[in-house]
């Protein structure tokens, strides 16, 4: 891949996205050149979305490793979350394509990279376990508030 097509490709995505805040619902209904189609599209999404997320988890182990009481599951958990944060259109628009089978494989990567991240699984365990244990961590992120939430609701009452 030579500049001028990293660049192009960076340009179209930074369109879907923008498009994404605007209209969520037709964001991938054109795909813009140089991408042939949803299918590389979707994947180039999700490639954008693992290269953010798996930043912050490195960043975060790093700073967890070197900490006298570093806890390996609120450095993911914090990094998964400022990742979204970061990048709300890119999340919703991966999550409301998520059912799309481009997007499996690559969901089930991810499952895996949060559970050996976290400590909650170990690498000789079966693929299929670790993934089902990234899963259950990941559901368990996205259904707990965060403090920010947490003083929304309260405030609510």
């Given at each position: 891949?030579?500049w001028?097509?990293?660049?192009q490709r960076?340009?179209a995505?930074a369109t879907?996205?923008g498009?994404?805040r605007?209209n ?5 209904d054109?795909?813009p050149a ?34 006298a009481d570093g ?6 958990t914090?990094?998964w979350r400022?990742?979204?944060?970061a990048?709300?259109a890119?999340?919703?628009l ?8 481009v ?10 990279m949060?559970a ?7 690498p ?8 089902r ?13 965060t403090e920010s939430?947490k ?7």
């Open positions: 891949m030579s001028n097509d990293f660049h960076q340009s995505i879907v996205l498009n994404a605007q969520p619902d037709q964001a991938l054109l795909v140089p991408f042939t189609d949803t299918t590389e599209l979707l994947r180039a999404l999700q490639y954008k979305w693992t290269q953010q997320l798996t930043g912050r988890i490195d960043v975060a182990l790093a700073e967890t490793d070197d900490a806890d390996r599951i609120q450095a993911v914090e990094a400022r990742t979204a944060e990048n709300p890119l999340r919703d991966l999550d409301r394509h998520q059912a799309n089978p997007l499996r494989h690559d969901a089930a990567r991810e499952h895996r949060l050996l991240a976290t400590g909650l699984a170990e000789a365990e079966p693929d299929a376990e670790i993934a244990v990234g899963k259950a961590f990941l559901q368990l992120i996205r259904a707990t508030p939430r003083s929304c609701l309260l405030s609510l009452r």
